[in-house]
């Protein structure tokens, strides 16, 4: 994912706000999402946004999207230790082509009881 | 609620073998998909199919092939099987091309 850039690793303490931060370069990005990865399981779409939207809240997830700077985040709200998984962003560029998504390597988010 | 299933979920070949991944979705969706996980990386985009008997190169074709003959299976096949195909394979569907991704549990993918 050389178009969309994470940090690598978060580490917060259980009850604190996560922030997940991502980075894009494409400018017609139409969709961008937020899947979560546990251990050994498949992708689990969490959240997306649309590009036309500032913020989009769904109970504890909050996703803040600024297209001048082409920034993405996630913020989870009073983390729970299920909340330990891998965090990917991903955008979605246009119509048809051959990359449909466009996957970060991943935050891997780390809560501490 | 089966959603995506894909199956083998772990497989060992060796090199210049050749095996068939399968995915089968439920969901009557239109659009499949086949990537690949590898350490460090997002996924990576392999084939991917628009409905049934379509498919279209992704990302990283070179190897693989794959094949849509009902609508609800999309079969990734390995050739001549290299190590550096050794990887995690993550098959997904969508109802439209704009309309998020449903993702499988994978296929842990290892040759020797």
């Known amino acids: 994912g050389e178009d969309v850039e994470q940090s690598l690793f978060l580490s917060v303490r259980e009850g604190d706000s996560s922030v997940i931060n991502c980075t894009y370069t494409d400018s017609s990005s139409t969709y961008l999402y937020w899947y979560k990865q546990e251990p050994g399981a498949g992708l689990q779409l969490l959240t997306y946004?649309?590009?036309?939207?500032d913020m989009k809240q769904d109970q504890r997830l909050t996703v803040l999207l600024n297209k001048k700077d082409k920034h993405l985040s996630l913020r989870i709200a009073d983390t729970q230790t299920g909340d330990s998984a891998i965090y990917f962003c991903a955008e979605r560029i246009g119509l048809g082509g051959r990359r449909a998504l466009t996957f970060g390597s991943g935050t891997r988010l780390q809560v501490q009881p | 609620n089966a959603g995506v299933t894909q199956t083998p979920k772990f497989r060992v070949l060796k090199t210049g073998q050749s095996m068939t991944l399968l995915c089968a979705q439920d969901m009557n969706h239109e659009y499949m998909y086949w990537y690949r996980q590898d350490p460090g990386m997002g996924l990576r985009l392999i084939h991917y199919?628009?409905?049934?008997?379509?498919?279209a190169k992704g990302e990283v074709p070179d190897g693989y092939n794959v094949s849509r003959l009902k609508k609800q299976n999309f079969l990734l096949g390995l050739e001549s099987a290299a190590p550096s195909q050794t990887s995690v394979y993550f098959c997904a569907s969508s109802p439209e091309q704009l309309q998020p991704q449903h993702f499988g549990d994978g296929t842990r993918l290892s040759i020797l």
């Open positions: 199919s628009v409905g049934e008997g379509t498919t």
């Open positions: 946004i649309f590009s036309n939207m």
